[in-house]
């Protein structure tokens, strides 16, 4: 089964500054989708960046970029120039590339707070 | 994207007694997930919805205590059945559109919280 491992329970960043969040995982699958999620006070999950694992290049969003390493099972999600509203939870995810009824598989998450 | 509405948003249920959760969704779609979350948890999948079939549930829970209705392919609705405290947490909506292999979206969430 898969596995998606946060090791960073919390982390904070100045604002206008940039963190990055670590996220691994394994799996012994070659097609499959990984994702940052973000979840706010208001409980609501907020897809951040998908990346699609036959891609070589980063997937970016704006302020938000990854760092996809696949042979090391690593995706890890950078944030530049941090706003007051980037405070939240965020939860890496993986999905298999079977599609249809394939779950995503959450880590434990990374609490974020923004410095003003 | 999808917009994905969810009733009610929060509530506070006694000890004992059932709810529903419905979760509507503005487009047509296959799959729908519903997801617990738990208080400082992770999410954790409680069964996957399938229009014209009966749910798939995860392994530790059961149809008796969560029974889920798909009517359509735009409609769902979760029970949340004898509640304990235990129950107490945000059950998310959630669905799949486009091809395979694309973006989950969620819901608001209904967070409960059993007394």
């Known amino acids: 089964a898969q596995t998606v491992t946060q090791s960073q329970p919390e982390m904070s960043v100045q604002e206008a500054e940039t963190v990055t969040l670590s996220c691994t995982y394994d799996t012994s699958e070659s097609d499959y989708y990984l994702f940052w999620y973000k979840q706010p006070p208001s409980r609501q999950m907020i897809l951040v960046i998908r990346?699609?694992?036959?891609?070589?290049q980063n997937a970016t969003e704006n302020r938000f970029s990854v760092n996809f390493q696949k042979a090391a099972k690593s995706f890890s999600l950078k944030i530049s120039d941090s706003q007051l509203g980037d405070a939240a939870m965020y939860f890496c995810?993986?999905?298999?590339?079977?599609?249809?009824?394939?779950?995503?598989?959450f880590g434990k998450g990374t609490k974020l707070t923004v410095n003003p | 994207s999808a917009v994905i509405s969810q009733k009610p948003s929060r509530d506070i249920c006694q000890r004992g007694t059932s709810l529903t959760i419905q979760c509507q969704v503005d487009?047509?779609?296959?799959?729908m997930f519903w997801y617990r979350q738990q208080p400082g948890q992770s999410l954790t999948l409680i069964a996957t919805a399938n229009q014209g079939s009966e749910a798939t549930y995860e392994s530790g829970f059961v149809i008796d205590k969560f029974p889920i209705s798909r009517p359509n392919l735009t409609f769902s609705t979760l029970t949340v059945s004898n509640m304990s405290p235990e129950d107490s947490s945000i059950y998310l909506c959630?669905?799949?559109?486009?091809?395979?292999?694309?973006?989950?979206?969620f819901g608001e969430g209904s967070w409960l919280t059993v007394v």
């Open positions: 990346q699609e694992a036959y891609k070589q």
């Open positions: 995810a993986y999905r298999s590339g079977r599609g249809g009824s394939e779950k995503l598989v």
């Open positions: 959630s669905v799949e559109t486009g091809r395979r292999g694309n973006t989950i979206y």
């Open positions: 487009s047509q779609v296959t799959m």
